[in-house]
């Protein structure tokens, strides 16, 4: 294994330790499976929390020999992951509606005639709209039909 080394210093490895957190966050957090080697790295990280002066950022869980971020850690970024959740979500919703009604608006071979900037711009003109909606109204207004 050719290895490289890398030097923090104490406050850029707790910013690192938390864009761990992050990544795993992001990565494993919707799985029922995690990717192994995500939480091979999160360990490797987490492992060097004492030696950077970072150990109140993580726990170490005997039963399970882990180590886990502090509930302080997980309680700071979990307003981070609320945010980014919170963006998603409009974001996709917006997206989403807007493909619906792009392609209800134009059928296949009108498709076909356009260019990837028309459809861009005609998509983006219609996720503006839901946009604009749901930063006035949020959900309120939506209602499902059948």
Request: proline fraction near 2%; include cysteine.
């Amino acid at each position: 294994m050719n290895t490289k080394k890398i030097e923090f210093s104490p406050d850029q490895f707790r910013q690192l330790m938390k864009l761990v957190y992050l990544g795993h966050w992001i990565s494993n957090s919707h799985k029922d499976e995690p990717d192994k080697s995500i939480d091979e790295m999160e360990q490797y990280i987490y492992a060097r929390a004492k030696e950077f002066g970072c150990d109140d950022l993580i726990e170490f869980e005997a039963n399970y020999k882990k180590n886990y971020p502090s509930l302080d850690m997980e309680e700071e970024l979990d307003l981070v992951v609320q945010d980014y959740d919170e963006y998603v979500f409009w974001e996709e919703l917006a997206w989403r509606l807007a493909e619906r009604d792009f392609t209800k608006k134009f059928d296949h071979a009108q498709i076909l005639c356009m260019t990837s900037d028309e459809i861009f711009r005609e998509k983006n003109t219609i996720a503006d709209k839901y946009f604009e909606e749901f930063n006035v109204n949020g959900i309120d207004n939506l209602e499902f039909g059948k």
